[in-house]
């Protein structure tokens, strides 16, 4: 059973750029995270993904979007690339159990980011 | 913000029991404690979590105070591929899904 898959593994633009990064949930899960980890510290909360919409938001800004198919994979767009983006971005994946107590993530190996 | 505190770094001699402490003051009442690592350069994994009582896995065991507002994570016999960040995090979960907010974690040196 593959867990969390992640592409591109690295990625290199210039400011300004576009990017899209994809994320393929672990089998049988239908909620998606993403996280921006900057070097030396904690991944920080960017958005989770179920049944195709946005549902919970970190404190970023609008030119960070994404999306969700209808197969539970999910794309992270960033807009208009800044130095500071540059981070590893990761997936996380979970079966979303509504008032439920439990909630394992399971996280992809991440795609390295680095903007020039 | 993270909702939790945690030492810098520590270091533990292999074979050793590594002791990582988080304090959480403010908790609420459905919030649980969750515990992940990070070794270098993978996405963090999942260790262990809890609410009021202690709990065991292969991995570790979680003590939770009994006001909540601290934990322990132990690994009982430490090795050298126990070297990582461990991340403390206390989560609850709403209607409309669940964030979860990582702090900087504490750097575990395990030591030969």
């Known amino acids: 059973d593959a867990g969390v898959t992640q592409s591109p593994t690295h990625l290199i633009k210039t400011r300004g750029q576009q990017v899209t990064l994809r994320c393929s949930p672990k089998s049988g899960h239908d909620t998606v995270s993403w996280y921006q980890q900057a070097l030396g510290q904690g991944p920080q909360f960017i958005f989770q993904y179920y049944e195709e919409e946005e549902r919970q938001r970190g404190n970023f800004p609008d030119r960070f979007s994404g999306h969700q198919f209808p197969n539970y994979s999910s794309e992270l767009n960033v807009n208009a690339l800044l130095l500071g983006d540059s981070a590893l971005y990761l997936c996380a994946s979970s079966f979303l159990v509504w008032g439920g107590t439990y909630n394992e993530q399971f996280f992809g190996p991440g795609t390295r980011l680095t903007v020039l | 913000d993270a909702k939790t505190t945690q030492p810098t770094s520590m270091d533990c001699a292999e074979g050793r029991a590594a002791n990582l402490p988080c304090n959480h003051s403010t908790i609420s009442g459905n919030e649980y404690v969750y515990w992940y690592r990070q070794i270098h350069s993978q996405g963090p994994q999942y260790i262990i979590h809890?609410?009021?009582n202690n709990e065991t896995n292969e991995m570790a065991s979680l003590i939770i105070t009994e006001d909540r507002k601290s934990s322990t994570l132990i690994l009982p016999h430490a090795t050298l591929r126990d070297t990582a960040v461990y991340y403390c995090?206390?989560?609850?979960?709403?209607?409309?899904?669940?964030?979860?907010?990582f702090g900087a974690g504490t750097r575990l040196f395990v030591k030969a």
């Open positions: 995090i206390v989560r609850t979960q709403n209607t409309g899904g669940f964030k979860t907010i």
């Open positions: 809890g609410l009021k």
